[in-house]
């Protein structure tokens, strides 16, 4: 499965982007897809996940109430809503797959990586 992420940009704080991941290959219904980011000097980490049939959605708490994880099968294709951004909300974000939704949460266990996409909110 190849990933490309895009949509990512300069906003300001209390402002919105919404990040896409497109996949190719195996069809993408098949996986557990997710997001993670990493800033500057920081370790790559977790921001939201979703299970193969989209009932399930998981984040982490920094974002909770403000960021949404959706997926079209159809498009093959993964979302990433960010609404309220905070300053520290800024790093480059990438995309993940796994085989299920538990793996795709640990950094560790993902199978596949998108190429990240750059974001920054200014204050």
């Known amino acids: 499965v190849q990933l490309q992420a895009s949509g990512g940009g300069t906003v300001q704080a209390g402002g919105s982007l919404r990040l896409s991941c497109a996949a190719s290959?195996?069809?993408?219904?098949?996986?557990?897809l997710g997001w993670f980011r990493q800033a500057p000097g920081k370790e790559r980490e977790f921001v939201a996940a979703i299970r193969r049939d989209s009932d399930h959605t998981y984040y982490a708490d920094p974002v909770k109430g403000r960021f949404t994880i959706s997926r079209d099968n159809a498009k093959s294709t993964v979302y990433l809503q960010m609404n309220s951004l905070k300053p520290e909300d800024t790093a480059v974000y990438y995309c993940?797959?796994?085989?299920?939704?538990?793996?795709?949460?640990?950094?560790?266990?993902?199978?596949?990586w998108g190429q990240g996409t750059l974001v920054t909110v200014s204050s």
């Open positions: 993940a797959a796994s085989t299920s939704v538990m793996l795709v949460m640990v950094t560790k266990s993902v199978m596949y």
């Open positions: 290959g195996r069809s993408v219904s098949s996986y557990a």
